[in-house]
């Protein structure tokens, strides 16, 4: 039986493929698409599902939306009146976008892929819980779901049992712990839906010393984690803005435009905020521990991507264990919907855990074969070496060694915001230049973003104050104290001037408060990444590698090797691997970019 569950229409679209329960395949539209956080129908990544699947639409048992579009309407109409006349002009520009598709799932999908079957819907935050849950390594746990807003939920909890889900009680708009965070991301000068990890990575710079304001002026905050905002001070009732000339006063001014200089009072900000958040998903935590009774628990919406507030959930809550859905924002939502048909509206069993998640190490996108990658390369005539499967990784590890830049695409793409050695941009952890290098040459970034480590799962304790698995990046560790260097006082040194202090013996994954945003690799999930990293283990005696995303700012991670070719190139990465295949810069024929490219990288 063929399920194919789709999310669209507001930010990282996504299509899953599921069979029998199994996840055959699954991928937002934005890898294909090349348009980042793209949120239009997912055309390219349906495609993708079906080819992987073999199957044509007309073999879809069952198709499955995210979200439930007429209570969504019902929200936005209750907020436009309540904020009217001031939201016209926003209402006038979504009506044609609600009124043409997004009220039409039935016929969007007849028109773009042709589907004449019966199409299910799940609410929005059942698609989260139930991508939190099913898919985990529990046979029973609570589970949390926090985000911006569904139709009108903005957080839930609950717990799951076999292929049952109970859900005990919602957050509703506008009170939201995902749209406040969202509106200091857009304060603070980021982009919405988009930057608000460069917020979490921004708050080590800075004191919270704003966050006894954001508690008494912005948000009342309950023992259990609810909240209540202060719309006085918000504009996203009538779709506007975040923020209003009530918010900008409070804070001393108006809202950083994106591109300029970043100044302390940002960095005050972000640290402010940063931990209002993890006080408040503590809370949230603890509350669920104590109305569930149970011993492990599932997270998934966007706030659970938040890595800083998971290792403090870690390190401080009541819970044993918890597991994290990697795909935690909209994009999960299209996997939720597929898993939460099969377990919930078809009442098919769960397999038996056994200890280990069923997200197969969320490689479930796309991947090519040598030949494939031959005839490309072959094709345009750009020089390559193939190298021997069994020295490969030697090969791999001796460039990194050697303090090149590689970019690695191997094996099948990763569903989900964090490249995990299958779309991955590689360096060397021990050199001090290495992070300055990878932001300002290669991802075009700001330079103050931290990269994170992929660490072997067996040697990740010598690293780092961790005890526990983290497979998809999504829990925050602090470096051994042991390999720590001490540094100077933030009064003493500007930022960009304290960022080329070394502060361990791996100074290119090691963020300025000592944490690290940890990967932990194992054979069972990525047995070909897990050996070049045993390799350069063995050259080096370090069992780290950088790992960041294999794309550059303004651009989603790459898909193909068409796309890896492309972004490198564009930038000063030393090496190529694509499987087999080694490329290196200086062999290749000059690259001509136009200008457009440039442009879109100073826009995002």
Request: aromatic share 10%; hydrophobic share 35%; glycine share 8%.
């Amino acid at each position: 039986m063929d399920i194919l569950g789709i999310s669209c229409f507001y930010h990282d679209s996504a299509s899953c493929l599921l069979r029998n329960g199994k996840i055959v395949a699954a991928a937002q539209e934005e890898r294909f698409s090349r348009k980042k956080h793209d949120p239009r129908f997912p055309n390219n990544a349906i495609k993708y599902c079906l080819k992987e699947g073999r199957i044509s639409v007309q073999d879809l048992d069952y198709v499955v939306f995210y979200d439930k579009p007429i209570q969504t309407f019902e929200r936005l109409l209750m907020s436009y009146l309540t904020v009217a006349p001031k939201g016209l002009r926003s209402w006038l520009g979504a009506m044609p976008q609600w009124l043409g598709k997004k009220l039409h799932i039935h016929k969007v999908l007849r028109q773009e892929i042709g589907y004449e079957g019966d199409v299910l819907f799940t609410e929005h935050h059942e698609a989260h819980v139930a991508s939190a849950f099913y898919p985990s390594p529990f046979e029973k746990a609570a589970i949390l779901t926090v985000d911006g807003v569904g139709e009108w939920a903005t957080a839930s909890y609950g717990f799951g049992q076999g292929n049952e889900i109970t859900l005990l009680k919602e957050l509703h708009f506008p009170d939201s712990l995902g749209l406040i965070y969202s509106a200091f991301t857009y304060f603070t000068g980021f982009r919405v839906n988009s930057g608000e990890y460069k917020l979490m990575g921004l708050a080590p710079y800075g004191q919270p010393c704003y966050k006894d304001l954001i508690l008494s002026e912005l948000i009342d905050v309950k023992d259990d984690g609810s909240l209540r905002l202060n719309m006085t001070y918000f504009d996203f009732l009538g779709g506007l803005r975040m923020t209003n000339r009530h918010f900008s006063r409070l804070f001393g001014g108006p809202p950083r435009k994106p591109e300029t200089e970043i100044t302390q009072r940002e960095m005050d900000i972000a640290a402010s905020i940063q931990s209002v958040t993890e006080e408040i998903i503590l809370k949230m935590v603890n509350w669920v521990h104590k109305e569930t009774g149970q011993k492990r628990l599932c997270l998934a919406g966007g706030v659970a991507l938040n890595c800083v507030a998971n290792g403090r959930i870690l390190r401080e809550s009541d819970f044993e264990e918890f597991w994290i859905q990697p795909a935690a924002g909209d994009a999960g939502g299209a996997l939720g919907a597929a898993l939460s048909v099969w377990h919930r509206y078809l009442g098919k069993n769960r397999p038996d855990p056994k200890g280990h998640d069923t997200q197969q190490g969320s490689y479930l996108g796309p991947s090519f074969t040598n030949e494939e990658i031959k005839t490309y390369l072959e094709g345009n005539k750009y020089p390559y070496q193939e190298l021997d499967s069994e020295k490969r990784p030697r090969a791999i590890a001796s460039q990194i060694a050697e303090g090149n830049i590689v970019g690695y695409l191997a094996g099948r793409m990763e569903f989900g915001p964090r490249a995990l050695g299958a779309r991955s941009i590689l360096g060397d952890p021990r050199r001090r230049d290495t992070q300055k290098v990878m932001n300002l040459k290669i991802k075009y970034r700001e330079s103050f973003r931290p990269f994170a480590p992929s660490v072997l799962e067996e040697k990740a304790a010598s690293y780092f104050d961790t005890d526990v698995p983290s497979p998809y990046m999504l829990l925050v560790a602090n470096v051994r104290e042991e390999r720590c260097l001490p540094q100077p006082s933030p009064d003493e040194m500007p930022m960009l001037k304290r960022l080329m202090v070394k502060r361990s013996d791996i100074p290119a994954v090691t963020h300025l408060d000592y944490s690290a945003r940890l990967q932990t690799v194992n054979q069972l999930d990525n047995r070909d990444y897990h050996t070049v990293i045993s390799e350069f283990d063995k050259l080096t005696g370090c069992a780290v590698l950088v790992n960041t995303s294999f794309n550059v700012r303004g651009e989603p991670i790459v898909c193909t090797p068409e796309d890896a070719y492309r972004c490198f190139m564009r930038t000063e990465m030393d090496v190529l691997v694509m499987e087999d295949c080694i490329l290196f810069k200086d062999k290749q024929p000059p690259w001509k970019e136009d200008g457009e490219w440039r442009n879109k990288l100073e826009l995002d």
